[in-house]
């Protein structure tokens, strides 16, 4: 949950990590804060193209009163009299409750407290950057609904989701319940789009983790689509018109390269557009290309419709079973009463399996099975899964099913039946390893060519790693690298082979810290560096504060530097953290969290992780623990003025040595 970090500036409190001010009953009638006060708020939400001053130009901005037409608050200007900034009290309660950013004289983002209590519950985009309204019900600053939305704002939308595998975020986005009941569908269309919007939402995780077409350095460029289409009352039984758009498009730039994802059919609830179906063409790095679209298709509406209308409503009724389903799921603490309702939630998965027209609806379906199973399971919500998932891999295979079908329930199989050995207190660790380890390699040498080929080779090289057999780790990550070399676990098997490399050698690390600094350990020749990969949700990586705190002044004069590279989804708990805590040293933070950038350039896969690096740049020691900094530290320093350690080779235990 998203918290307020607050601090006193004379009687003014700033909650700069959230940009929220929260204050006492005197806070708007209290002296004007000061430029730098006021330009430390930031929009609660990220992507904000708001002016922000260069710092040698902050003390020239001015701050002035905001009064008249029952207002009250501050207007923030530039050295110019342009307008960067307002803070308004707008219901004369004597507390801010609108926190409005402008670009270039224009404003084109607003945090609104509608109930004024302090914290932002609206989210608007204005101006040149857009009409996105959302709206956050439980004041955790994440969106839970938008009240408004354009197509291109969609569109950008699922560029988003798709690079941060935000799975909420593009859920948002889908067609809800209430929304298809208010078009006024016909019964059959209804039905039909009610099963395309349910399996996009079942099977969005699984397509942002597999496709390669979008990445974290993916950007929206523009929005394609011909113009708009009416679907007029009556036609196929509905009783509205409905306005949508067909063959939709996202034009994206990854690096220079131009590509387009096939959104697909937008369509238009009063001021919102809804998606009702998963992009199409991200898993073969295809561009999109025209298609009939969804409504106004010959075939649609010429076949399809007739074909489905036997089998419509026991589809209906059965993707109303698994909705009821999963929000009881969510409700459950008793495992006996959790452990039916998986077992009831895989029953009615299996007939969605069983009643699908074609390979993609079966695909959907499968997976999500398999992953439901999965995840019960290694929750300790569902005992008897890995039995269920074993017989569920041996009748596909007696139905010779397609391949990647059993490749995939198999290996879901494999992680559920580890997860279950691991965690009986009588089993021996090692001997379960060893199984683990023997599982992986006949899976691989079973199906080679799967994506799931790529994870199995990925644990199977971590558990190499953590056993120090650094050589056979570093033989798995290089297969990964070279037989999957387009997906996302190459990058992280590249990055892990980098650090298991990386004594004696350089390594690149920069990015931007979170109050928006740059950082490049390249620039740090003549420090001694120590890189520590963190999270607020990993105890063992907070107990190191202190000890980093300790180092840091105890080891100033002989230029320790520490970065922290912060791994946290959320950069707002993360800034309130470090500012809570007073960590003073530059905190790298990049959206996707252990599946972001930063982990993923340097194969981090369990935090924390500590790295340190000699003043002239290169790795020392890439494993070091807390515990052992200190002998290391007074070691390196014994001699302040002795250089640091020049050729090196890599060892076991990750330090160099003497060449």
């Not at 689509?225 to 007029?232: E, I, R």
């Not at 290169?618 to 020049?646: C, G, I």
Request: net charge negative.
């Amino acid at each position: 949950m998203l918290r307020y970090a607050r601090r006193r500036l004379s009687v003014i409190c700033l909650g700069a990590t959230a940009g929220l001010w929260a204050c006492g009953t005197e806070s708007v009638q209290a002296a004007k804060p000061t430029p730098q006060a006021a330009l430390e708020l930031a929009p609660v939400q990220r992507d904000v193209p708001y002016d922000r001053p260069a710092k040698e130009q902050v003390d020239k901005c001015t701050v002035e009163n905001l009064a008249g037409n029952g207002l009250t608050g501050w207007i923030v200007r530039d050295a110019n009299g342009i307008i960067l900034r307002r803070f308004v009290d707008t219901n004369q309660d004597n507390k801010l409750d609108l926190w409005a950013y402008f670009r270039e004289g224009i404003e084109v983002y607003r945090d609104i407290d509608s109930n004024f209590n302090s914290k932002a519950d609206q989210y608007r985009w204005l101006g040149t950057a857009g009409s996105r309204w959302g709206v956050d019900e439980n004041e955790d600053g994440r969106i839970d609904d938008w009240q408004a939305i354009s197509p291109e704002e969609v569109t950008a939308e699922v560029v988003a989701a798709l690079r941060d595998r935000d799975d909420a975020r593009f859920r948002r986005l889908l067609l809800a319940d209430d929304e298809l009941e208010s078009l006024g569908l016909g019964e059959t269309q209804s039905a039909d789009v009610k099963r395309k919007v349910t399996a996009a939402r079942a099977g969005f995780a699984d397509l942002a983790r597999k496709q390669k077409l979008v990445s974290d350095k993916t950007v929206w460029t523009n929005f394609g689509a011909t113009q708009p289409g009416l679907l007029p009352e009556g036609s196929d039984g509905s009783t509205k018109d409905l306005l949508v758009y067909e063959n939709v498009a996202a034009v994206i730039e990854t690096a220079g390269v131009h590509s387009q994802i096939a959104v697909g059919t937008l369509v238009q609830v009063g001021s919102t557009w809804r998606l009702i179906d998963l992009p199409s063409n991200l898993l073969d790095d295809k561009t999109a290309v025209a298609s009939s679209g969804y409504f106004f298709s010959v075939y649609n509406a010429a076949l399809s419709r007739p074909m489905a209308a036997e089998g419509s409503a026991e589809l209906q009724k059965m993707t109303e079973e698994l909705e009821a389903i999963e929000a009881r799921i969510a409700k459950a603490t008793a495992p006996d009463a959790l452990a039916e309702l998986n077992a009831q939630r895989a029953d009615t998965l299996e007939k969605l399996y069983g009643a699908a027209k074609n390979d993609e609806e079966r695909s959907t379906w499968i997976r999500q099975l398999a992953d439901t199973i999965s995840a019960a399971v290694q929750s300790g919500g569902y005992p008897e899964g890995v039995k269920r998932l074993q017989t569920l891999g041996e009748r596909l295979r007696t139905q010779k099913a397609k391949n990647d079908f059993i490749a995939y329930v198999e290996f879901r199989y494999l992680l559920a039946q580890y997860s279950e050995e691991i965690a009986d207190a009588e089993a021996d660790p090692a001997k379960v390893q060893a199984r683990w380890i023997e599982r992986l390699e006949g899976f691989v040498k079973a199906y080679p060519d799967v994506t799931d080929a790529a994870d199995a080779m990925l644990q199977l090289a971590i558990a190499q790693e953590f056993a120090n057999k650094t050589e056979d780790a570093l033989a798995w990550y290089a297969k990964i690298v070279q037989n999957f070399a387009t997906t996302e676990v190459a990058k992280k098997a590249a990055g892990a082979k980098l650090r298991l490399e990386s004594v004696g050698r350089s390594i690149p690390l920069k990015g931007k810290t979170l109050d928006g600094r740059a950082v490049d350990l390249a620039t740090l020749k003549g420090y001694t560096v120590l890189v520590h990969y963190w999270a607020t949700w990993c105890e063992p990586c907070k107990q190191d504060m202190s000890k980093l705190k300790d180092l840091q002044a105890k080891y100033a004069r002989q230029n320790l530097a520490v970065i922290g590279v912060n791994l946290d989804n959320d950069r707002a708990v993360a800034a309130e953290y470090a500012q809570t805590n007073r960590i003073t040293w530059p905190q790298l933070h990049e959206a996707g969290g252990l599946e972001g950038r930063l982990a993923t350039e340097m194969g981090i896969f369990t935090l924390p992780s500590m790295l340190l690096i000699d003043n002239s740049g290169r790795v020392l020691n890439r494993n070091v623990h807390a515990a052992e900094l200190d002998t290391e530290l007074a070691k390196l320093f014994r001699d302040p003025k002795a250089p640091a350690p020049r050729g090196a080779t890599g060892s076991k235990d990750g330090k160099a040595r003497k060449s």
